[in-house]
Nanobody, 122 residues
Framework: QVQLVESGGGLVQPGGSLGLSCAASGKIFSIYAMGWHRQAPGKQRELVATITTSGSPKYADFVKGRFAISRDNAKKTVYLQMSSLKPEDTAVYYC????????????????WGQGTQVTVSS
């Protein structure tokens, strides 16, 4: 059973910084792309950032220059460092990972974490 567990959410003032992390666990053979999505109240879920196995990042326009995604392949962990936070960044943040397992059968699938709340407010 594969699990993604996020941590690091919380309340931060506008202009502040916050870091999220997400660790994958289970009988994992390989992890390909990892990323972060978010969903604000009353809005659709949207992609925030992704990162390849080799560490190449891509960002949504609305976070470019403010957020940084990184990963530690040995720890099966992806990070999101957020700075210059705005009230409109308030959302539940979900990590995602494209994971290959071999047991009980060879399957490659997208997995999601349970989400962590980020609130930007004074």
């Amino acid at each position: 059973q594969v699990q993604l567990v996020e941590s690091g959410g919380g309340l931060v003032q506008p202009g502040g910084s916050l870091g999220l992390s997400c660790a994958a666990s289970g009988k994992i053979f390989s992890i390909y792309a990892m990323g972060w999505h978010r969903q604000a109240p009353g809005k659709q879920r949207e992609l925030v950032a992704t990162i390849t196995t080799s560490g190449s990042p891509k960002y949504a326009d609305f976070v470019k220059g403010r957020f940084a995604i990184s990963r530690d392949n040995a720890k099966k962990t992806v990070y999101l460092q957020m700075s210059s936070l705005k009230p409109e960044d308030t959302a539940v943040y979900y990590c995602t990972a494209d994971i290959q397992v071999l047991t009980p059968s060879p399957i490659r699938n997208d997995y999601w974490g349970q989400g962590t709340q980020v609130t930007v407010s004074s």
